[in-house]
């Protein structure tokens, strides 16, 4: 069996629609999301689900990606539950606009990174493994 990691490297509107398809219904422990404002970085490591074995009807895998933000001035949060929770985000989408990226999850919580030219890399982690758990919607 080939193991192919994915590693992608962003920075305008289509990357970001690539980034969205990627990390869509991706798990997100709230413990795995960090701020490093001295490096300027925002950093989430989530289980993603893997779209590209969809396409190609392929077995349904999940697999450990981080996601790390550069050039991020600052974060906002909006319904955002308590840090010391064992909270679990569902990715749904990232919207990029001239000098902030809103990445929203189910529940209506937004996380807003704000700063200039916020470019983004996506690396998995670790192998991927089946999952029973898919995703109901289509692609489209």
Known sequence: MDIIKLHLFGK????YN???SLIQDAAVPISEIKFELI?????????????????RNKESMRVVSGVCFDNVLKVKKKNFPPK???????FLT???????VELIFSGEIIIKLEG?????????????????????HNLN
């Open 12 to 15: 305008d509107d289509e990357d």
């Open 18 to 20: 690539v980034l969205s």
């Open 39 to 55: 490096r300027k970085q925002f950093i989430i490591v989530c289980s993603r689900y893997v779209w590209e074995n969809k396409v």
């Open 84 to 90: 010391n929770s064992q909270h679990i985000l569902n």
């Open 94 to 100: 990232a919207k990029r606009k001239e000098n902030y």
């Open 116 to 136: 200039n030219m916020i470019s983004f890399r996506i690396d998995d982690l670790n192998k991927e493994w089946p999952t029973i758990f898919s995703p109901s």
